[in-house]
């Protein structure tokens, strides 16, 4: 089935120490996106790309940034993990037809 | 941009009776309504979605009503079962073949069914 995959679903990291979570899609969707949520929240946007092009909303930190080597892989580095950075993060696809979530990597920071 | 609220944050219904969420939005050029049911520990999952060109959409148990004019959107739960027990979330994005779009969600609902 056509889907969008995401690597590691729990993710334990040090205070300090970078990290990456990666997502992966077989739907050949041209936009990609990365959204944080924390406990019970709406997801938040941070970025997306359309195709290579790659916008950050105005208000994602620094301290996120992101890669997307070819239309099926996109990964979400975190420099340095804060314990604010906790959360659950979630990758999407989308197409004129809809978006298509992952089922999330839980990051947390110790 | 795009601000979409919603409620009620959180709703307990009888089994079997039905659940009614809300929300509202404020760009008129959004054209897409989506719905999510999210269980604990798990990504969001589209349950229903409708556009703009269509008043009312259901499927099965499922129902979503779009009000272009007021800018507001419902969902409606008939026949409600325990599984039906999750943060359901609203959201509204403008669409198109040539650009990527933003889903912007609205706050979430926690819908508990009492047995």
């Known amino acids: 089935d056509a889907m969008v995959i995401q690597n590691p679903r729990y993710q334990v990291t040090q205070f300090g120490k970078p990290v990456t979570l990666s997502c992966s899609q077989t739907?050949?969707?041209?936009?990609m996106y990365w959204y944080q949520q924390k406990s019970s929240q709406a997801p938040k946007l941070l970025f997306h790309?359309?195709?290579?092009?790659?916008?950050n909303e105005a208000d994602t930190p620094d301290n996120f940034q992101s890669r997307r080597p070819n239309t099926s892989f996109c990964f979400l580095d975190i420099r340095s993990p804060g314990l604010g950075d906790a959360a659950m993060y979630l990758c999407a696809t989308s197409s004129y037809d809809g978006y298509t979530f992952g089922s999330g990597t839980r990051l947390t920071v110790v | 941009g795009e601000n979409v609220e919603q409620h009620p944050s959180t709703l307990s219904v009888q089994e079997g009776d039905s659940a009614v969420i809300k929300c509202t939005y404020s760009?008129?050029?959004?054209?897409?309504f989506p719905w999510y049911k999210q269980e604990l520990g798990k990504g969001p999952q589209l349950i229903i979605d409708i556009r703009s060109n269509v008043g009312e959409k259901k499927d099965q148990r499922i129902a979503v009503t779009l009000n272009k004019t007021a800018k507001h959107f419902s969902l409606h739960i008939t026949e409600t079962q325990p599984e039906d027990s999750a943060v359901y979330f609203c959201?509204?994005?403008?669409?198109?073949?040539?650009?990527?779009?933003?889903?912007?969600f609205g706050s979430g609902t926690r819908l508990s069914i009492r047995p």
């Open positions: 760009d008129s050029a959004s054209n897409y």
């Open positions: 959201a509204a994005a403008e669409t198109g073949y040539s650009s990527a779009s933003k889903i912007i």
């Open positions: 739907l050949n969707h041209n936009v």
């Open positions: 790309y359309y195709d290579k092009d790659f916008n």
